[in-house]
């Protein structure tokens, strides 16, 4: 069955470093999604994917966040400036229509 | 902001023991309702989902749920629980206009042998 996979499953970086998380959906979805769950709270929407662009974004998704499918198979979170909160795990999603979401293993983000 | 609840967020119950978990939405509109599982180690999983239709929803490894429109619930059921059943176990729903998903905080399902 295919799925989504995410690299790295683990992500160390210093505060102020830009980090780049890498997806890649499954092939025939047309969806792409980014969410993020900071130890103990929920997980929280961060931004919608669609024909190129953003669809849709939550107010977590400023400035110093960006989306990106550089090719036909991957598709990647950008932070630019990461702070001490960005640490957390970060699930990319992909959907063949607008319904049902199928969720990577994640990338554990760690911000020192 | 539309918003999913989850209560008992640590349930520990013995193999066999029935399961409920329950889910709640704060929305009035169309809403399509999830239940996401979370095996130790492993990416969420889709246990089942409601867009339409029949309230009372199979999805897999034996388990139910059923939309209640009137409640403003979407509890997950299951009548005989097992050890592989231990998982952390996610309510999320879309509201109409937007896809993305609002979630609970998850129930983390501890069953003893």
């Known amino acids: 069955e295919p799925e989504v996979t995410q690299t790295p499953s683990h992500q160390v970086t210093q505060m102020g470093q830009e980090v780049i998380l890498r997806c890649v959906p499954i092939?025939?979805?047309?969806?792409f999604y980014w969410y993020r769950q900071i130890l103990g709270q929920k997980v929280e929407f961060l931004v919608s994917?669609?024909?190129?662009?953003?669809?849709?974004k939550s107010e977590i998704f400023d400035d110093q966040f960006s989306v990106e499918r550089p090719d036909g198979s991957n598709f990647t979170l950008k932070i630019r400036s990461t702070k001490l909160e960005d640490s957390a795990m970060y699930f990319c999603?992909?959907?063949?229509?607008?319904?049902?979401?199928?969720f990577g293993p994640g990338t554990r983000l760690t911000v020192l | 902001a539309q918003s999913v609840s989850q209560h008992n967020h640590h349930v520990i119950l013995s193999e066999a023991a029935s399961l409920e978990l329950g889910c709640n939405y704060s929305?009035?509109?169309?809403?399509?309702l999830f239940w996401y599982v979370q095996y130790p180690g492993q990416h969420l999983q889709l246990l089942l989902k409601?867009?339409?239709?029949?309230?009372l929803v199979k999805g897999i490894k034996g388990f139910e749920a059923e939309f209640i429109k009137s409640k403003f619930s979407f509890n997950l059921r299951k009548p005989s629980v097992q050890w592989s059943d231990t998982a952390e176990y996610f309510c999320?729903?879309?509201?109409?206009?937007?896809?993305?998903?609002?979630f609970g905080k998850g129930n983390q399902v501890v069953v003893i042998p």
């Open positions: 999603a992909s959907s063949e229509e607008a319904d049902t979401q199928y």
């Open positions: 092939s025939n979805h047309l969806y």
């Open positions: 994917f669609y024909n190129n662009e953003i669809s849709e």
């Open positions: 929305y009035g509109g169309t809403v399509n």
């Open positions: 409601y867009f339409s239709g029949d309230p």
């Open positions: 999320a729903s879309t509201f109409y206009g937007n896809n993305r998903l609002a």
